[in-house]
């Protein structure tokens, strides 16, 4: 089966994509290189649905880009809930804020610019739910230093552990990003203090509950 048109059915029998988020999606593809990091449709709708039913007071998510999962994240949790969303790349910044004026959720949103391990050290927990969205390279660093700050029975949501399926090999040993991407899943798989399952969501999401 075609993944477009899968994809493109899964969306459609999904709650729709808010304009707002549309347009943010729209734009964000049109004008950046990398615009296909953006969440979208149908992972967007997810995350707003596992934020209601977990109804997180506290979230914090690592690679925020043009801020389309992290509203997403405000549009799931309670009014009182409190989001923590980090980017490494400041010129996103301006863009970023910009959008979450638009969306409402300004309010319960709170942008950190900078690196996601300064950021984490920085940052008082303890956080319901966290959302792994970084360099590759970077998501073992960035899950031990946020698991202690991660609530017993929090969350952790790990987004492209499929990475395009290059994780099935064979890599090439100058792809850093794939080999980080490979290491980093059979961490956690054979770590006996964490419940986990992987999802084939787009390009991989791994839900991860502290014990």
Same mark, same amino acid.
């Given at each position: 089966?075609d993944?477009?048109v899968?994809?493109r059915?899964?969306?459609d029998?999904? %709650?729709?994509?808010?304009?707002?988020?549309r347009?943010l999606?729209r734009?964000?593809?049109?004008?950046?290189?990398?615009?296909r990091?953006?969440s979208?449709?149908?992972q967007?709708r997810?995350?707003?649905?596992?934020c209601?039913?977990?109804?997180?007071?506290?979230?914090?998510?690592?690679?925020?880009?043009?801020?389309?999962?992290?509203?997403?994240?405000?549009?799931g949790?309670?009014?009182e809930a409190?989001?923590?969303?980090v980017?490494?790349? %400041?010129e996103l910044?301006?863009i970023?804020?910009?959008?979450?004026e638009k969306?409402?959720?300004? =309010?319960?949103?709170?942008?950190?610019?900078?690196?996601?391990t300064?950021?984490?050290?920085?940052?008082?927990g303890?956080?319901d739910?966290?959302? &792994? *969205?970084?360099d590759?390279?970077d998501?073992?660093?960035?899950? %031990?230093?946020?698991?202690?700050?991660?609530?017993?029975?929090g969350?952790?949501?790990? *987004?492209?552990?499929?990475?395009?399926?290059?994780?099935? =090999?064979?890599?090439?040993?100058? *792809?850093?990003?794939?080999?980080?991407?490979? %290491?980093?899943?059979d961490?956690i798989?054979?770590?006996?203090? &964490?419940e986990?399952?992987?999802?084939?969501?787009r390009d991989g999401?791994?839900?991860?509950?502290?014990?």
């Amino acid at each position: 089966m075609d993944e477009e048109v899968l994809e493109r059915y899964l969306a459609d029998h999904s %709650d729709k994509e808010p304009e707002l988020l549309r347009q943010l999606n729209r734009e964000t593809n049109a004008k950046l290189l990398n615009g296909r990091m953006v969440s979208g449709h149908y992972q967007g709708r997810l995350l707003v649905m596992l934020c209601r039913m977990l109804h997180p007071k506290k979230v914090l998510e690592l690679g925020t880009f043009t801020g389309y999962s992290a509203i997403c994240l405000a549009e799931g949790t309670d009014e009182e809930a409190e989001i923590h969303t980090v980017e490494h790349n %400041d010129e996103l910044e301006d863009i970023i804020k910009g959008w979450f004026e638009k969306s409402g959720y300004a =309010g319960k949103i709170r942008l950190h610019i900078g690196e996601a391990t300064e950021w984490i050290n920085k940052l008082e927990g303890p956080f319901d739910l966290v959302f &792994l *969205d970084v360099d590759k390279r970077d998501y073992k660093t960035c899950f %031990d230093t946020v698991l202690p700050k991660v609530v017993q029975g929090g969350i952790i949501l790990v *987004d492209n552990t499929l990475w395009y399926g290059k994780i099935l =090999g064979p890599v090439p040993s100058n *792809d850093a990003q794939s080999l980080a991407i490979i %290491d980093f899943n059979d961490y956690i798989a054979t770590n006996s203090r &964490l419940e986990k399952v992987m999802l084939p969501i787009r390009d991989g999401l791994t839900i991860i509950r502290k014990k």
